[in-house]
C-alpha cells in the first residue's frame, strides 16, 4: 500500500544481534534513574520503557524506544546498502529513515502546533512526487540521514513538552474536519514507526543478515 503523509488526500483511509541497551549505568547527571536514558537524548540509546509511570511520559519511552531501534537498524551500512531493495518492493531503509523524518515532523510540527514545514520539506512539489522522500533518500549519505531524523525526532519532542497535555487538541484537525489530541497523535507515531520498524528488520537482514529485537 502507498505511504500517506497526514495531509495526503487518501489519509484516513488508512553490525550484529541488536538488544537492548545495557543496563547499570549509574545514576545520570539529569536525575534519571540507573539504567535509564533521558528521554529525548539526541544519542538515541535504545532502552527498555519502565514499567510504572504516568501515561505521557510511558507513551514518550515507547516511542523513543522504536525510534531508537529505526536508528539501530540502519547504523553501520554505507549509501548503497542503505539503498538495498529487496524483491519488487522499491522499499530501502534510506528510505524508510527520511520518511520518517517527514512524518515527525509532519505530525508533531504542522498537526499538532500549526506551523508551516520547514526544509527539506516546504519546497518540495509533492504533486510531482508524493513519494519524494523515499525516492531521493538513496542519494544521501547516511549521516545526512540520521542528523535529518535525529533533529526531527528532537523537534518532535519540544512540540510534545510544549503542548504538555495529552488532551491538547492538534491546530489542524483531519481532513474530514475531526480532531486529534496528542494522545492520538502519539499512538499513531508509536504505531507507525513499529510498523515500519518490521519493514526494516527485512531490509536490514537481507543486506548483511543481521537481525535482532
Not at 519540544?158 to 489530541?181: M, Q
Request: proline residues 7%; negative net charge; contains cysteine.
Amino acid at each position: 500500500m502507498p505511504f500517506l503523509r497526514p495531509d495526503a488526500p487518501e489519509f484516513g483511509a488508512l553490525e550484529r544481534r541488536l538488544g537492548w541497551a545495557p543496563s547499570g549505568l549509574g545514576p545520570q547527571a539529569d536525575g534519571q534513574p540507573e539504567g535509564r536514558q533521558r528521554v529525548g537524548s539526541p544519542a538515541m540509546e535504545r532502552t527498555d520503557p519502565d514499567t510504572t509511570g504516568d501515561e505521557l511520559t510511558l507513551l514518550s519511552q515507547f516511542l523513543d524506544y522504536h525510534r531508537a531501534t529505526l536508528v539501530q537498524k540502519v547504523s553501520g551500512l554505507d549509501r548503497h546498502q542503505l539503498g538495498t531493495k529487496l524483491g519488487p518492493s522499491g522499499l530501502t531503509l534510506a528510505g524508510l529513515v527520511k520518511h520518517m523524518a517527514l512524518v515527525e515532523d509532519s505530525w508533531f510540527g504542522k498537526v499538532l502546533l500549526g506551523r508551516e514545514e520547514g526544509e527539506p520539506w516546504a519546497s518540495v512539489d509533492w504533486d510531482a512526487d508524493p513519494d519524494w522522500e523515499f525516492h531521493t533518500a538513496v542519494d544521501d549519505e547516511p549521516e545526512e540521514l540520521l542528523a535529518l531524523y535525529a533533529d526531527a525526532c528532537e523537534r518532535s519532542r519540544a512540540a510534545i513538552a510544549e503542548a504538555g497535555d495529552l488532551d491538547r487538541v492538534a491546530a489542524n484537525p483531519s481532513r474530514r474536519g475531526e480532531p486529534f489530541n496528542l494522545r492520538w497523535i502519539m499512538l499513531h507515531m508509536i504505531e507507525e514507526t513499529a510498523r515500519h520498524n518490521g519493514h526494516a528488520d527485512l531490509l536490514r537482514e537481507n543486506i548483511d543478515g543481521a537481525t535482532g529485537e
